[in-house]
């Protein structure tokens, strides 16, 4: 059973982040959103972009040299490769910000709601009732992730929902809150609002109640 996506425009937001008014018995627990730099680096991978485009452009000073070339002439031809490797770099970063703008996590005491999409926005909801578990993934740069595993047969489309899912889990996704500044505040929150709102039954099963587990 796959969790469909709901289409909204952002300026049509009854809630910042939420498709609708809370329901009475339902109120906000936490909200936020990436951190535009740890995105650009962790999950659209700017550094690694960095470093293969240096090392081209490198590659390319050095075969113009190997070939008889001055070192003027070498230094002026590797211009080229690297002003487009800016171009794509400065393009991969603006996609990062403008990405990290455009999201709102949100959990309340029911569900956790992602709200994603830079040209066409649309808004997931994952009740409780469908969260198995949650990890977090903290980082050595302060940031982090909280991902959720779904229920079987519950799943959410990999494609569509990137990068707001843990990387290469394409199988079964799992719904992420990325590039997290707060990653343990969140994961700590959603840890309380599950508690107090599942039934203890359906708790001794689960690594969300209590503290988030560490991914690995």
């Given at each position: 059973m796959s969790t469909r996506a709901v289409f909204s425009e952002h300026d049509s937001e009854p809630v910042h982040g939420l498709p609708g008014v809370l329901p009475a018995g339902e109120h906000l627990?936490?909200?936020?959103?990436?951190?535009?730099?740890?995105l650009a680096l962790n999950a659209y991978h700017?550094?690694?972009?960095?470093?293969?485009?240096?090392?081209?452009?490198?590659?390319?000073?050095?075969?113009?040299?190997?070939e008889g070339a001055e070192l003027i002439d070498a230094l002026t031809g590797m211009l080229g490769p690297a002003m487009f490797a800016g171009i794509a770099l400065a393009i991969m970063t603006g996609i990062a910000i403008l990405s990290a703008r455009s999201t709102a996590y949100t959990i309340t005491s029911k569900r956790v709601v992602i709200r994603q999409g830079i040209a066409l926005e649309s808004t997931i909801n994952l009740p409780f009732a469908v969260i198995e578990?949650?990890?977090?993934?903290?980082?050595?740069?302060?940031?982090?992730?909280?991902?959720?595993?779904?229920?079987?047969?519950?799943?959410v489309s990999y494609v569509w929902l990137w990068p707001h899912v843990r990387p290469w889990h394409l199988l079964q996704p799992q719904p992420s809150l990325r590039?997290?500044?707060?990653?343990?505040?969140?994961?700590?929150?959603?840890?309380?609002?599950?508690?107090?709102?599942?039934?203890?039954?359906?708790?001794?099963?689960?690594?969300?109640?209590?503290?988030?587990?560490?991914?690995?």
């Open positions: 627990v936490w909200q936020g959103a990436p951190d535009w730099r740890s700017v550094r690694s972009l960095t470093l293969y485009f240096s090392v081209m452009v490198l590659a390319r000073g050095g075969y113009l040299w190997l578990s949650a990890a977090i993934k903290q980082r050595r740069d302060g940031s982090g992730d909280l991902a959720l595993t779904l229920t079987k047969p519950h799943r590039c997290l500044s707060d990653a343990e505040a969140a994961g700590e929150r959603l840890s309380r609002a599950f508690d107090a709102a599942v039934p203890e039954a359906r708790r001794s099963g689960s690594s969300v109640a209590g503290d988030a587990e560490l991914a690995t």
